[in-house]
């Protein structure tokens, strides 16, 4: 659900740039005051495995495929303040290294799959769950589900909203809107299940990183899940990358072949942006740059998708740290 830049004007991509950074700034202020620093590493791991997992398309339909989004798993364990900035360092790394998605749509995009889903899916996911010191496991996965889909949906509506106050739109407001939506319900409906998957091994393996305050103590330690999550992660960027479906994703299908776009409503600008973006991106579209007419090799994938783990694995570790100390200073810079 990566949005390119030719989907908005500069204008509404500005605006979109700058609520996302918003967003960002009120996350970054929100973790100074409420940081886990037990749940670093998690950041870390999480983030390393939501960039690894969405290099994994699977088919939904005849011509279409769709990828985790992990905004929500996200929000789950994490917190919705630290998900945003955890989604927001993914789709950064794969917008400026791998040339996954726009430079200029990166704002919507952060918003889209970052801010909204987060904030609205952990908001869901706390009403099902109530104020309830105990939880039954039933309503603990039910709510997961619920949240994921209903939080995904939510991210693939505002891309139609989106294009239609850019004005570039070639079809009417109602059909991009009911097919974008319509394509996601049946993403959204695998994005639950694995949410649902993910924190059910999770919460069986260490309760407390899922509820907070959870008395058993689980099967495993908290380096053991973060490591397995870690290793997790290196293996579907190495791997399962290499036999993802090469079908176009959900909002590719929908734009595709199908005029969703006026050319002649295309700015200069916007082209020149894409043309930019296209020649600096060290990996684009997750491989070595070859010549035309010679694939650069599967291996190249494999590499970007441990590469680009491990990027944002090293970037979360790296402002949770700049975070945890700000957080410290603040009570002296307040003397």
């Not at 609205?120 to 603990?140: D, F, H, M, P």
């Not at 909203?161 to 070639?170: C, N, Q, R, T, W």
């Amino acid at each position: 659900m990566h949005m390119a830049n030719e989907l908005l004007t500069p204008g509404v991509a500005a605006g979109f740039i700058g609520v996302s950074a918003a967003g960002i700034g009120y996350s970054s202020w929100r973790m100074r005051k409420t940081m886990d620093e037990s749940k670093i590493p998690l950041m870390g791991v999480m983030g390393a495995f939501v960039f690894a997992a969405q290099m994994v398309n699977f088919q939904i339909l005849p011509g279409s495929s769709g990828h985790l989004g992990g905004g929500v798993l996200l929000a789950i364990l994490l917190g919705p303040a630290a998900a945003t900035l955890v989604m927001s360092a993914i789709l950064i790394v794969q917008c400026l290294v791998f040339n996954d998605g726009g430079l200029l749509a990166l704002g919507a995009n952060i918003f889209n799959m970052g801010v909204l889903p987060c904030y609205l899916g952990y908001g869901i996911y706390r009403l099902i769950l109530g104020r309830e010191k105990q939880i039954a496991s039933g309503r603990l996965y039910l709510a997961c589900f619920v949240a994921t889909f209903l939080g995904m949906l939510s991210g693939a509506a505002m891309v139609p909203i989106e294009v239609a106050l850019s004005g570039v739109s070639a079809v009417p407001f109602g059909k991009f809107f009911a097919v974008m939506v319509g394509v996601h319900i049946l993403i959204a409906t695998v994005e639950g299940a694995v949410t649902f998957a993910v924190v059910l091994f999770i919460h069986k393996m260490r309760p407390s990183l899922v509820l907070e305050g959870a008395e058993v103590e689980g099967m495993m330690s908290r380096k053991a899940v973060m490591v397995t999550v870690l290793l997790v992660a290196l293996v579907t960027g190495a791997f399962l990358s290499l036999i993802a479906c090469g079908l176009p994703d959900g909002l590719e299908y929908v734009t595709s072949g199908k005029t969703v776009v006026n050319e002649s409503n295309i700015s200069k600008s916007v082209t020149a942006v894409t043309r930019f973006q296209d020649r600096v991106s060290p990996f684009p579209g997750y491989s070595k740059r070859a010549p035309e007419g010679h694939e650069a090799g599967a291996w190249w994938t494999s590499l970007s998708g441990i590469l680009g783990s491990l990027i944002v694995l090293a970037i979360l570790y790296a402002v949770a740290m700049l975070l945890r100390q700000r957080k410290k200073a603040t009570p002296a810079e307040q003397r």
